[in-house]
């Protein structure tokens, strides 16, 4: 159970001038959820699709709450997390992104689940270009391991895996206990 680096990427990228549109819900199978971090932080997490798109516009940044745009999964949130495990839907969540982005990230929990997130987003070709990434043990680019990526394209296709080792871009390792877990609260801070 990491920090939620995903949540923390996202506030990076459109500080550096991105368009993001995050897509998250709250913690099911982990400590804490995007939704949990960014709910502590003062953000509004039920909002409209229109409402969505004016603060990318606005802020360079938006938060698309599964649960109001997928109610459906709202309604099996009590089950899955009963389960304490992580299922399908850790799955499906990313690939019903709302945003429609030209370009995404979407970080998987191993490299066996790699093909089959790839071959399902080329076969919906519903992306310019995303890369599929895993890095030890975690479904995230993180300087903990060298990531394992594939990338999708409407051009090329599903690509062949390479690597990418943060060290190599300047980024210290570091080991999985650095990058530990709170509540919400914590995370925010």
Known sequence: HTVNISTAASILCAACGAKVAKHGARSVSSKCGAADVLETLGVA?????????????????AFMFAPTFHPAMK???????????RTAFNMLGPLTSPANAAYSIIGVWGTDIMPLI?????????????????????????????????????????????????????????SIT????????????
């Open 45 to 61: 997490l039920e909002l409209s699709p229109a409402a969505v798109a004016a603060c990318v516009d606005e802020l360079s940044l």
């Open 75 to 85: 309604a099996l949130r009590p089950l899955r997390s009963s389960l304490g495990i």
């Open 118 to 174: 790839a071959q399902t987003i080329h076969a919906l070709a519903c992306t310019k270009k995303t890369w599929v990434v895993h890095a030890g043990g975690l479904d995230e680019l993180s300087p903990t391991a060298v990531a394992q990526v594939v990338e999708v394209s409407a051009e090329g296709g599903v690509s062949e895996p390479f690597t990418i080792d943060p060290v190599l871009l300047g980024i210290p390792r570091c």
């Open 178 to 189: 650095d990058l530990q877990a709170g509540d919400g609260s914590a995370e925010a801070n």
